[in-house]
Nanobody, 114 residues
Framework: QVQLVESGGGLVQAGGSLRVSCAASGFRVSDEIMAWYRQAPGEQRELVASLTTIDTTGYASSVKGRFSISRDNAKNTVYLQMNSLKPEDTAVYYC????????WGQGAQVTVSS
C-alpha cells in the first residue's frame, strides 16, 4: 500500500531556510518521477519541483534558484530544500508521483513571516 508522509515544515522568517522531507512506502521513489506540490489557502495546488529517474530537475519559475529537490534512495525519501524563503511561499507542501498521482499525504505546513 502506497503511503507518503511529509515532515519538516515550520515557521521561518523571510530570507530563512527550511527542508521538508517525504518518506515513501509501497513503491520506490527511484522508479518514479517525483514532485513537490504546494497549496496556499484559497488557492489550487501547484507543482513546485520535479525530479526524474535520471536526476533531471525542474522548477516553477517562482522558486527557481531558491528551491532544490533531491532524493535518498536508501531511505526512499524525497527532499525539498527551500532557501531565501518569501511570505508568498507560505503553503502546505506535498510530495507525490508526478503523474498519475498517488493518494495524498497530510502535507507539511510552511509559514514564512515577513
Amino acid at each position: 500500500q502506497v503511503q507518503l508522509v511529509e515532515s519538516g515544515g515550520g515557521l521561518v522568517q523571510a530570507g530563512g531556510s527550511l527542508r521538508v522531507s517525504c518518506a515513501a512506502s509501497g513503491f520506490r521513489v527511484s522508479d518514479e518521477i517525483m514532485a513537490w506540490y504546494r497549496q496556499a489557502p484559497g488557492e489550487q495546488r501547484e507543482l513546485v519541483a520535479s525530479l526524474t529517474t535520471i536526476d533531471t530537475t525542474g522548477y516553477a519559475s517562482s522558486v527557481k534558484g531558491r528551491f532544490s529537490i533531491s532524493r535518498d534512495n536508501a531511505k526512499n525519501t524525497v527532499y525539498l530544500q527551500m532557501n531565501s524563503l518569501k511570505p508568498e511561499d507560505t503553503a502546505v507542501y506535498y510530495c507525490n508521483r508526478l503523474w498519475p498521482n498517488y493518494g495524498w499525504g497530510q502535507g507539511a505546513q510552511v509559514t514564512v513571516s515577513s
